[in-house]
C-alpha cells in the first residue's frame, strides 16, 4: 500500500496576495471605545433624567394649566399663560431686579478676580496661602454663606456694630435687608465676595499659559507694567476672558439661592428674581403651567444674552 504525505500549502508568491489578518490595533481599540461608553453612559443617563426630559416637559407644561397637586388632568391652554405673564408687573420687576444684579456684579466680580489672579500669579513666598484664603468661600456652601451674611447683616449685626465702632457712635448702620436701598447692594457684595475665588482661578490658569518669553521681552524693552498689561497679559486671556463673562452672566442671571435664604424676594419685591418667582409660583402657589412658563421665557432670555455676549467678545479675524 502506498502512503500519501501531505505537503504543507505552498507559501504564497513574492509579491502575490497575502491572506488579510485583523491588525490587533483594530481589537484594542474596540474594547476602549466599549470601557468609554459603558462609563460615559452613567453621566449620560443622569444628565437626561434631570437636564433633558425635564427641559421637555416643562416646554410642554406650558402651554397647560398643570398644578403640582391637582385631582384634574391638566387641559391645554395654548399662551394663556404668557399673556398672563407679559401682564404680571412681578415678572417685570424680577427682570429688572436680575438686569441691575448682573450689571453690577459680571464687570465688578471678572475685574476683582482678575486682580487677585494677577496678585497671587506672582513667585513669592505666600502666594498658595493667599490663593487659599480667596477660595475659601467658593468652596462653602451659599446656604451655608447666606445664613451666615443675613446674621452680619441685621440691625445689631457685625457689620453695623463695625460701622459704628469705627464712625465712634456718629453713623448708625441701616437695617440693610428690610430696605428696599439697601437690600439688593448688600445681596450683590455678598455674591461677589463668595464667587471671586472662582474666577480668580480660571484668570489664573489663564495668566499661566502666557509665554514668560514675551514678558522677558517686555523687561528688556523697558516697558512700563500698564503696556506688559494692555500688550501681553489682556490679549493672551481672550479665550479666558469669553469664558470668564459668559459662565459670570448666566450666574447672575440665575440669582437665587440667596434670595430664598436671605430675603423671599422683599421688601417689596425689590430682590425678586425670575427664577425665584418661577419656583415660588411652581411649589408654593403650586401653578405648575406657569411657573413652566416663566421658565421657557427666561430661558430664551439667557440664551439671546450669551449669544449676543459671544458674538461681541470673539476674536476678531
Do not use: C
Not at 417685570?92 to 486682580?115: D, K
Not at 471671586?196 to 523687561?219: C, K, N, R
Not at 437665587?256 to 418661577?278: D, H, K, R, W
Request: glycine content about 6%.
Amino acid at each position: 500500500m502506498t502512503s500519501t504525505i501531505e505537503r504543507p500549502p505552498a507559501a504564497p508568491a513574492a509579491g502575490g496576495p497575502a491572506r488579510p489578518r485583523r491588525p490587533k490595533r483594530d481589537r484594542t481599540s474596540k474594547t476602549e471605545n466599549v470601557a468609554g461608553l459603558a462609563m460615559l453612559a452613567p453621566a449620560v443617563l443622569l444628565l437626561a433624567l434631570f437636564i433633558f426630559v425635564p427641559a421637555i416637559l416643562a416646554f410642554g407644561l406650558a402651554f397647560t394649566n398643570a398644578r403640582l397637586i391637582s385631582p384634574y388632568p391638566a387641559v391645554f391652554v395654548g399662551l394663556d399663560n404668557f399673556v398672563r405673564l407679559f401682564a404680571d408687573a412681578a415678572f417685570f420687576r424680577a427682570l429688572l431686579n436680575v438686569g441691575y444684579f448682573a450689571v453690577v456684579v459680571v464687570p465688578l466680580q471678572a475685574g476683582l478676580a482678575l486682580v487677585m489672579a494677577i496678585l497671587v500669579n506672582k513667585q513669592v513666598r505666600g502666594t498658595t496661602f493667599f490663593r487659599t484664603v480667596y477660595f475659601l468661600p467658593v468652596v462653602t456652601s451659599m446656604v451655608v454663606v447666606s445664613l451666615l451674611w443675613l446674621f452680619m447683616y441685621r440691625q445689631d449685626g457685625l457689620i453695623n456694630v463695625i460701622i459704628e465702632r469705627v464712625t465712634m457712635g456718629m453713623v448708625t448702620g441701616p437695617d440693610w435687608l428690610n430696605d428696599t436701598s439697601t437690600s439688593m447692594p448688600a445681596i450683590i457684595l455678598m455674591s461677589v465676595w463668595q464667587g471671586v475665588g472662582f474666577h480668580m482661578i480660571i484668570w489664573l490658569s489663564g495668566l499661566q499659559t502666557i509665554p514668560a518669553d514675551l514678558y522677558e521681552a517686555a523687561d528688556l524693552d523697558g516697558v512700563t507694567a500698564w503696556q506688559r498689561f494692555r500688550y501681553i497679559t489682556w490679549p493672551g486671556l481672550s479665550a479666558t476672558r469669553s469664558l470668564i463673562l459668559v459662565t459670570i452672566t448666566i450666574q447672575a442671571l440665575s440669582l437665587f439661592t440667596q434670595i430664598s435664604v436671605m430675603t423671599q424676594g422683599g421688601p417689596l419685591n425689590s430682590t425678586t428674581t425670575v427664577v425665584y418667582e418661577a419656583v415660588r409660583s411652581g411649589f408654593a402657589q403650586q401653578e405648575t403651567g406657569y411657573a413652566s412658563a416663566i421658565s421657557l421665557v427666561f430661558f430664551v432670555i439667557v440664551l439671546l444674552i450669551s449669544v449676543v455676549q459671544r458674538f461681541l467678545s470673539r476674536e476678531k479675524a
